[in-house]
């Protein structure tokens, strides 16, 4: 006699996630504290230097740094470079097309552009090139150089800050330096 065997199939969840795990607790805690006190200290530094120091685009670079420290987009040459094309593409645009939410996304463009033929992508420096042309910093030569110094030392700080945040939580960052 034959017997037959009818099994239910399995119900699957309507959206189901691929997404990774959620990490520890403690892991949360600590990769909080690994991007809150590097920007903390920037933003000490800032205050006494000047505001230009401390802007969103650093913020979103030191949370790669630490979130996802093997990535490419996270490596110093990417955060520095990609920064600094960032900041040189905005103030050409500036002065192009003048500040305008259009100039800001051409230059947003332009500079992720510039950034992939550098080898240097870094997300937040395309918003680094937006709020270089959205942002009043004034006008003229010495008030651009002023401002890619500043986008230059706030990069490598928090490429710094970043080493040491990464090497207390016990992670190796940088996985290359150029």
């Not at 650093?58 to 990535?71: C, E, F, K, S, T």
């Not at 890619?148 to 030392?153: D, E, L, T």
Request: net charge positive.
């Amino acid at each position: 006699m034959l017997s037959m065997s009818y099994s239910r199939p399995t119900r699957r969840p309507l959206i189901a996630s691929e997404a990774p795990p959620r990490p520890p607790l403690r892991h949360i805690v600590a990769a909080s504290v690994a991007v809150s006190l590097p920007l903390m200290t920037l933003a000490l530094i800032s205050t006494s230097v000047s505001d230009l120091l401390f802007l969103p685009p650093i913020g979103a670079a030191m949370a790669l740094i630490v979130g996802a420290p093997n990535l490419p987009l996270a490596q110093p040459r990417n955060v520095v470079v990609g920064h600094l094309i960032g900041c040189t593409t905005g103030i050409a645009i500036l002065h192009m097309l003048g500040s305008t939410i259009i100039a800001a996304a051409v230059a947003a463009g332009v500079a992720f552009a510039l950034m992939l033929l550098a080898r240097a992508a870094h997300s937040p420096a395309t918003a680094t090139a937006m709020v270089t042309v959205l942002m009043p910093h004034g006008h003229g030569l010495a008030n651009d150089f002023r401002f890619i110094g500043f986008i230059f030392a706030s990069s490598i700080m928090i490429v710094v800050l970043g080493i040491l945040a990464n090497r207390l939580r016990g992670l190796r960052y940088p996985t290359y330096w150029w």
